[in-house]
């Protein structure tokens, strides 16, 4: 083992001669270097013994490392922090930590190289020890001795640094003037990421574990606790949210995030743009947890803080978790016996656990959370996926088997089809659009007439009261049928102002009992997607007029002659007061179905015409 012998020599002057065998083997070759300067001594004894007892890579006997005759901009330090000033489309707070991680787990085994190839230059076997001491916790050569111990590191925290490590490396090889011909961590062997260490896994919360969790939590936390249950955000971008973020879209409740909280060089935090460009999204919530944000954001201004901490200022993660979050969890364990220690971000993982069990396909997850990559969605959330084996081997099977039934969840989507809005078609007001055949029965809906004599809430829409036994369901429903009707377009269309205002829901008006036609419901009615076209016939089975082109709008269970829950049906019949025409319709809620069964019904309503007195037809495609 090196070590330092002190001599004085004749002038006075002592000396400090550095000792080892070579490998450290005793048969080994006698070696020695002399110093003046006892400090230097004891750093070359360091970077021996660093380096297996040999002589330190770029060393050249008498004169030190051949690298400090190269220009100082070759050194490591200084190129490792060039190309981090030189990255593009990374945070200023970003740029600070590589270059921590730099001087603090990079320098103090690099310093003294070159990224130039040769002698003095960074070579593979250095790359692939310092891999070694970072996973052992071992000292770096230029350490100074009063350093406190070094900590292991987890493979994938290794991973991380090598890959920092093999992108400035990589700049060398890659420079206008290459200044080394391939990277030395290219053929690094990095520590098994399902190794020994005892990493943090995600922990997945079953609902009630949730609701455990978000009862024992503070009352001025319990919403951005939902917050994040109900998004799967990162703590960053919801605790950046502001009023201006709740939108109303296609008549749906939505939360766009677009922003997060960032810090700079200097470590101030700041709100910037969110992780990626996926990241910008927008997240559809429900009715209920909307509500809670809109009393949440009234009175604000536009641009403040939905959720705010104990002194109005944002919410410090740390804090959050030391004041809320843990004590939290603990009375939830006192309480109901939860036995997981979730972390706040493993709320995040349990949002998309959730979402995977209700068969929510992969692809809308990731838009959801905003990974840039399905790959990142699969590796991470995929071992869940045998939540939906019924539903792959039902696709599979109707996939094989032309005779088998559609799989369920693909039968009743009740969506309309990616990036298509729905077009503002009057509902009742066209003639041409009442039923004057018997439609196959589709809703299955009882008419039991609930809550005659309870307190009601009604709500007034297109000539129709709907009566509600719960005032939230009245008020959703409202709000949804005046965002689905784009008044706008109908405005264009001719209507008048009275039309419209007849047409706009209002209320809901609280009543001692309902009195009027149709059921009070006591639960939100259904509401689908439909697709509906119709064309008129003479006798002869001519056009009396062009067909309407496909129409399409969200329809509510109440609108008994235009719901259906069906992919698509047809039917025929003869028109009341115009004598000798056939009508043919076709609904429902898959488009080429519905264009499928209206062919169907054009051919019905041809031959139909023909016989005056021929009995309504109706089918099911």
């Not at 890959?163 to 206008?176: F, K, N, P």
């Not at 840039?372 to 088997?401: N, Q």
């Amino acid at each position: 083992m090196a070590y330092i012998q002190e001599r004085k020599r004749t002038d006075g002057e002592v000396s400090y001669t550095v000792r080892w065998r070579a490998g450290g083997a005793r048969e080994g070759k006698n070696e020695s270097e002399v110093f003046t300067d006892e400090e230097m001594a004891k750093r070359f004894r360091d970077l021996v013994s660093g380096h297996g007892e040999q002589w330190p890579p770029g060393w050249i006997r008498g004169r030190g490392f051949i690298a400090d005759l190269r220009s100082p901009d070759e050194m490591f330090e200084s190129w490792a922090m060039k190309q981090i000033d030189l990255l593009t489309g990374v945070q200023d707070d970003t740029k600070a930590k590589y270059k921590r991680l730099v001087e603090q787990n990079m320098s103090p085994w690099f310093k003294p190289y070159s990224v130039r190839d040769g002698e003095g230059g960074i070579k593979r076997e250095m790359v692939q020890r310092w891999v070694n001491d970072l996973k052992d916790g071992v000292a770096a050569p230029l350490d100074p001795p009063d350093r406190k111990p070094r900590r292991k590191y987890a493979p994938k925290t290794i991973a991380n640094q090598h890959g920092l490590l093999h992108a400035i490396l990589q700049a060398a090889v890659d420079a206008e003037q290459s200044l080394r011909a391939t990277n030395p961590c290219a053929f690094t062997k990095l520590p098994r990421l399902d190794g020994d260490e005892i990493d943090e896994e995600m922990v997945f919360l079953e609902r009630e574990e949730f609701a455990w969790i978000h009862e024992c939590m503070a009352e001025d936390a319990q919403d951005l606790t939902e917050a994040f249950g109900e998004t799967g955000g990162r703590w960053g971008e919801v605790t950046a949210l502001q009023p201006r973020d709740l939108r109303i879209r296609n008549g749906r409740p939505t939360i766009r995030i677009q922003r997060a909280w960032k810090r700079d060089g200097d470590g101030k935090p700041y709100l910037g743009a969110p992780k990626t460009k996926r990241s910008r999204r927008t997240a559809v919530v429900t009715w209920g947890f909307f509500r809670r944000l809109q009393a949440r954001a009234k009175g604000k201004v536009k641009d403040a803080l939905l959720f705010t901490g104990p002194n109005g200022g944002r919410w410090d993660a740390g804090t959050f978790r030391r004041l809320r979050w843990v004590p939290a969890i603990e009375l939830a364990a006192e309480k109901f016996g939860l036995i997981k220690r979730p972390r706040i971000h493993d709320l995040r993982h349990s949002h998309a656990a959730w979402m995977i069990a209700a068969k929510v396909p992969l692809p809308a997850i990731q838009r959801r959370l905003g990974h840039e990559s399905i790959t990142t969605t699969v590796d991470r959330y995929g071992h869940l996926l045998d939540a939906l084996d019924d539903e792959v081997m039902a696709a599979v099977a109707w996939a094989m088997d032309p005779t088998s039934p559609l799989p369920g969840f693909l039968l009743h989507p009740g969506l309309p089809e990616n990036g298509e809005a729905p077009r503002a078609i009057p509902r009742q007001r066209q003639e041409s659009v009442m039923p004057h055949g018997v439609w196959h029965d589709a809703s299955g809906v009882s008419t039991t007439d609930t809550g005659r004599g309870s307190p009601v809430f009604v709500i007034r829409m297109d000539g129709r009261e709907i009566a509600f036994a719960d005032r939230d369901h009245a008020h959703q429903v409202r709000e949804q049928w005046n965002a689905d009707a784009d008044f706008e377009a109908l405005r264009a269309a001719g209507w008048s102002e009275g039309e419209l205002m007849e047409l706009a829901a209002t209320g809901p008006e609280e009543r001692f009992s309902w009195t009027g036609t149709g059921r009070v419901w006591d639960r939100m009615p259904d509401r689908r997607f439909v697709y509906y076209q119709w064309a008129e016939f003479q006798p002869d089975g001519s056009s009396a007029q062009e067909p309407t082109p496909l129409q399409r709008a969200w329809i509510w269970e109440f609108e008994d002659a235009t719901f259906t829950t069906k992919p698509a049906e047809w039917m025929t019949g003869h028109r009341a007061g115009r004598t000798g025409l056939t009508e043919a319709q076709a609904r429902g809620t898959n488009r080429e179905a519905v264009q499928a069964a209206f062919d169907l019904a054009c051919g019905q309503a041809r031959a139909a015409g023909q016989h005056s007195q021929a009995e309504p037809a109706t089918a099911v495609a």
